[in-house]
């Protein structure tokens, strides 16, 4: 396939470029780096400057090409992750951007969308397995999840084939969300808000990526991109402690929750999402049976 990935820079993104150009297709990068989209390029991906919000640019940029990957986010790091002002541009990407994409991807005849999207917007399911058919209820500061995925959902009505992949708490060697926990959890804290016992789904880096690519040839609809089997708090943070060789962490006060808005609640559901459907009908799978296996290989490839 001719494959228009945008977000080509970020950390799923580059992962999922290098992927399908291993795998044959030829793959235009749209992304926010120039020292990344050098990278990309070198490694035989064709690279182009984009406006998102540009529609005649995007108009352009998408002749000729049979799939796109609009993996395109601006997710604010640090303390600004609490405040809803930081997400505005998320927001705008994820409204209007997708939007905007769609209708030109249908007007150019394309024929794969492929949308990224958040897992843990899924209302809280204590014990029970999540599958895509659950219901949702995302906090405030990331309603326009829904709004990418009403995109993708258009695209399919319009006749082609329209994918939401959503998307676990990413984790990988070297990225910040890792080597906080595994610095709080040296100093006997697991920051993650929540009960001990709700359930937290995670996803290696490296399987969000392959996802993606999977995700090329499946039929439409929204599909769950997570880790084999999901951890408790209280299990996550007895493996990590095991693996640090630490005493099991403790957790943040209830009452940190009610101070971190929409981001605190959304932490703290319990969500034991299934990723039965997306191995079900495509080839992927993640790469490590479960997620403690996942964590242990991050940990050894990070202190390596």
């Given at each position: 396939m001719r494959v228009i990935v945008v977000g080509a820079t970020g950390v799923i993104g580059r992962r999922a470029v290098?992927?399908?150009?291993?795998?044959?297709?030829?793959?235009?990068?749209?992304?926010r780096s120039p020292e990344r989209l050098r990278n990309l390029a070198s490694q035989g991906a064709s690279t182009i400057a984009l406006d998102l919000f540009d529609r005649d640019a995007v108009k352009r940029a998408l002749v000729d090409h049979d799939a796109i990957a609009n993996l395109a986010t601006l997710?604010?790091?640090?303390?600004?992750?609490?405040?809803?002002?930081?997400?505005?541009?998320t927001d705008r990407i994820r409204g209007r951007?997708?939007?905007?994409?769609?209708?030109?991807?249908?007007?150019?005849?394309?024929?794969?969308f492929i949308q990224e999207s958040f897992a843990p917007i899924y209302v809280d399911a204590g014990d029970h397995w999540v599958t895509e058919d659950?219901?949702?209820?995302?906090?405030?500061?990331?309603?326009?999840?829904?709004?990418?995925?009403?995109?993708?959902e258009r695209f399919a009505r319009g006749g082609g084939r329209g994918v939401v992949l959503r998307f676990a708490y990413f984790y990988g060697p070297g990225d910040r969300f890792s080597k906080d926990i595994f610095r709080y959890v040296t100093r006997g804290w697991l920051p993650i808000l929540g009960p001990p016992d709700a359930y937290f789904s995670t996803l290696h880096h490296d399987d969000a990526a392959s996802a993606v690519v999977s995700a090329l040839n499946v039929p439409s609809g929204s599909y769950n991109v997570v880790d084999n089997e999901p951890m408790t708090h209280r299990q996550l943070g007895a493996a990590l402690a095991a693996m640090l060789g630490v005493s099991t962490p403790k957790f943040p006060p209830w009452w940190m929750t009610a101070l971190t808005g929409g981001v605190g609640?959304?932490?703290s559901r319990s969500l034991r999402i299934s990723n039965a459907k997306l191995r079900k009908l495509s080839n992927w799978s993640p790469r490590y049976a479960t997620s403690q296996e996942a964590w242990e290989a991050v940990y050894h490839s990070s202190s390596s």
């Open positions: 290098a992927l399908m150009l291993r795998e044959g297709h030829r793959v235009t990068a749209v992304g997710i604010p790091t640090g303390l600004d992750v609490f405040f809803s002002a930081s997400w505005k541009e951007g997708s939007a905007l994409i769609v209708d030109e991807a249908l007007a150019a005849g394309i024929k794969v659950a219901p949702t209820q995302p906090a405030r500061y990331n309603q326009s999840t829904l709004k990418a995925e009403a995109s993708a609640e959304t932490m």
